[in-house]
């Protein structure tokens, strides 16, 4: 099956264009199926963070399991529009800021959970302390 994918960036300071891959959300529309990962070691983000501010984009990127959540619940519930890819797109486009999610891209898997699994083998570093 074919689910979709976008990178969650870290990017301190846009101007300088470093950047860290902090995460990734796949799923599918067809599937209703999403889900999101974001990296458990810090170090690499932390040390480009020099305006302390990896807490705040890490909340920010947090925040797309209430878009996942929506998924199930009706449209328009406490304002939260379900995730998709077209919010994806969105996304992508509007955020070039600390915080910037990469367009959907596609990901041959039988789950979005292994789709996760390829994205972070493939393009996020989430190495052993």
Same mark, same amino acid.
């Not at 458990?40 to 399991?65: I, M, Y």
């Not at 509007?94 to 039988?110: K, T």
């Given at each position: ?5 976008? !990178?969650? &960036? ?5 101007? *300088? $264009? ?7 959300? #796949?799923?599918?529309? @067809? ?10 070691? !810090?170090? &690499? ?5 020099? *305006? $302390? ?7 920010? #990127?947090?925040?797309? @399991? ?64």
């Amino acid at each position: 099956m074919s689910f979709q994918f976008s !990178l969650i &960036r870290f990017v301190p300071d846009p101007a *300088r $264009g470093e950047f860290v891959n902090i995460g990734a959300v #796949a799923g599918s529309d @067809e599937a209703g199926e999403w889900e999101l990962r974001l990296i458990s070691n !810090l170090s &690499r983000a932390k040390a480009l963070d020099e *305006r $302390g501010v990896l807490s705040k984009a890490f909340e920010h #990127a947090a925040g797309f @399991e209430d878009n996942i959540a929506a998924v199930d619940r009706l449209p328009d519930e406490e304002g939260i529009e379900a995730i998709s890819s077209e919010l994806l797109h969105r996304r992508a486009a509007d955020m070039q800021n600390i915080v910037q999610i990469s367009a959907p891209a596609p990901v041959a898997s039988d789950s979005a959970e292994g789709a996760l699994d390829l994205v972070f083998d493939q393009l996020v570093l989430d190495a052993a302390r």
